[in-house]
T-cell receptor
């Protein structure tokens, strides 16, 4: 069975700092990869996704992620965070052809103004 | 489209009571998923349906939990009897299977508190 590991449970940054959240997965075959965001009190929303093609994918609100197949990684980045990026971020994976998503435990990002 | 709709948004009940959570998926989405979110365990898949048929219920914690999908536009998750450890946020999600990337669309969740 596949699994997803998010290395940081909590990250605290000041506004304008750069962000990188780590995500590694374990699965030997072809996968689809996702980052979801959950703002305080809200539901999960898709930030970006990768399923094929350019391994550097760009999402909403200036976020991007890079799929490195050899490292089984899909790290999320943003060059300059804002206070409004305070949220919990979830990495998820699903093997191609399957319906279910496996989520990481999430990383809580707190951006101080 | 209104997105995935869940009700109630908040539920407070006493231990031993029956709880029913409801979900309406996005029209045209024929897969539906129930998740539970807690601080300790994160997001866990409880069960998912494809074309109203339960495909995988291995995540359902125990017999107190049951889920149904009587038609393409409605699903319920029932807990009977409820216990304090069932307190969590329960999310419903839907998607169209067979798409290349299987993005799931989440509802707003039901925050359940069992006293």
């Amino acid at each position: 069975a596949q699994s997803v590991s998010q290395h940081n449970h909590h990250v605290i940054l000041s506004e304008a700092a750069s962000l990188e959240l780590g995500c590694n997965y374990s699965y030997g075959g072809t996968v689809n990869l996702f980052w979801y965001v959950q703002y305080p009190g809200q539901h999960l929303q898709l930030l970006l996704k990768y399923f094929s093609g350019d391994p550097l994918v760009k999402g909403i609100k200036g976020f991007e992620a890079e799929f490195i197949k050899s490292k089984f990684s899909f790290n999320l980045r943003k060059p300059s965070v804002q206070w409004s990026d305070t949220a919990e971020y979830f990495c998820a994976v699903n093997p191609s052809g399957y319906s279910t998503l496996t989520f990481g435990k999430g990383t809580m990002l707190l951006v101080s103004p | 489209d209104a997105g995935v709709i869940q009700s109630p948004r908040h539920e407070v009940t006493e231990m031993g009571q029956e709880v029913t959570l409801r979900c309406k998926p996005i029209s045209g989405h024929n897969s539906l998923f129930w998740y539970r979110q807690t601080m300790m365990r994160g997001l866990e898949l409880l069960i998912y349906f494809n074309n109203n048929v339960p495909i995988d219920d291995s995540g359902m914690p125990e017999d107190r939990f049951s889920a149904k999908m009587p038609n393409a536009s409605f699903s319920t998750l029932k807990i009977q009897p409820s216990e304090p450890r069932d307190s969590a946020v329960y999310f419903c999600a839907s998607h169209i299977p067979g798409q290349a990337y299987n993005e799931q669309f989440f509802g707003p969740g039901t925050r359940l508190t069992v006293l």
